[in-house]
Structure formats: C-alpha cells, structure tokens
C-alpha cells in the first residue's frame, strides 16, 4: 500500500489569476463530496445576552479557508471556519464557531488554485448547513430564542458568471 503525500498546502489570495470557466466547470463536474467533519466548535455567550432581544442585535457570520490540500491521486480536503458573531450596542454577547474538515475526490484531479475556489464556492455551500445546525443547538440549549440563520447561497454556476467567482470577502450579515 502507498501513501500519497499531499501536493501542496496552502490558500492563495483571490484574484492571482483569471478564472478560466471552462477548467472551473469542467471541475466541478468531476467532483463528488467524500464527507464533511466538525473539527472543532466554540460557543460562548455572555450573561447579559438574556436581557436583550436576539432580534435587536446585530449579527455576522464570516468564513475563512484555513487550508486546501490537493492530492495526486484526485483527493481535495479543506479546513474551513464558519463564525458567528452577535453584539449588543458594540459589545459581544453572543459568539459560535465550527470549524470544518470538507473532503472530496476530483476525478482526474485539479490545480491546486481550481481547488481552492472549489472549496471556497462549493465547500462553503456544503459546510454551512451543518453549521447552522450547531447553531441552533447551542442557542436552544443556552435557552435562547434566536432565529434560525439565514439561507446563503451564491451566484449561480454558469460560464458567463464563472469568470466573476472569487468572494469579495465580506461577511454575511442580516
């Protein structure tokens, strides 16, 4: 049995190339998901969060790709955190974090800058439900009635809207 060592680790900065959409769909074609893993999640809530409305507090959720590991042998993982912030008049009340382990196999394999985009566009899809699940969990059993989070999605897949994929970095917020 051989072990395959990852081709290269790392997480480019959007925008180092042009997206080619043919190569990106043509990925994405190719691409089934192997799991997705919680790693590691974080609740933490202050007190005074009870004595105000969930309604009234302003609330992000930003995502980061700590890692993309693309193998020879087709196989993409990626380390990705989903992080929820709430405050109340500037002061945080309220904060959640998952961190994620997504895998999938691309047959015959990609670039290590397609599969960072992948991750980013599709893994990113693909994670969020299950963070929103541990969302609402930890909230419910904290004893607070917040809100379900919102539905995210992006643009949708096509060649002409392939060519504009890189994220803008900013995060949700509702």
């Known amino acids: 049995?051989?072990?395959?060592m990852p081709h290269k680790k790392s997480v480019s900065k959007p925008g180092e190339r042009e997206v080619d959409a043919k190569i990106?769909?043509?990925?994405?074609?190719?691409?089934?998901?192997?799991?997705?893993?919680?790693?590691?999640?974080h609740f933490d809530m202050?007190?005074?969060?009870?004595?105000?409305?969930p309604?009234?507090?302003?609330?992000?959720?930003?995502?980061?790709?700590s890692e993309v590991v693309v193998t020879e042998s087709g196989m993409l993982y990626g380390i990705a955190t989903f992080d929820l912030v709430c405050k109340q008049s500037r002061r945080h009340v309220l904060r959640s974090k998952g961190r994620y382990l997504i895998h999938y196999q691309v047959d015959g394999?990609?670039?290590?800058?397609?599969?960072?985009l992948f991750i980013g566009?599709?893994?990113?899809?693909?994670?969020?439900?299950?963070?929103?699940?541990?969302?609402?969990?930890?909230?419910?059993?904290?004893?607070?009635?917040?809100?379900?989070?919102?539905?995210?999605?992006?643009?949708?897949?096509?060649?002409?809207?392939?060519?504009?994929l890189f994220d803008n970095g900013k995060e949700l917020t509702w």
């Open 1 to 4: 049995m051989s072990v395959l």
């Open 24 to 41: 990106y769909n043509d990925v994405v074609a190719r691409t089934r998901i192997r799991g997705i893993r919680l790693l590691e999640s």
């Open 46 to 53: 202050k007190p005074e969060a009870i004595l105000h409305d």
């Open 55 to 65: 309604a009234d507090w302003q609330k992000g959720i930003g995502f980061e790709i």
């Open 109 to 116: 394999g990609c670039s290590q800058q397609d599969g960072e």
């Open 121 to 164: 566009r599709v893994g990113r899809l693909a994670i969020y439900p299950y963070f929103r699940s541990l969302v609402a969990s930890l909230v419910s059993e904290a004893g607070i009635t917040f809100p379900p989070l919102p539905v995210y999605s992006l643009a949708p897949r096509s060649l002409a809207s392939a060519s504009n």
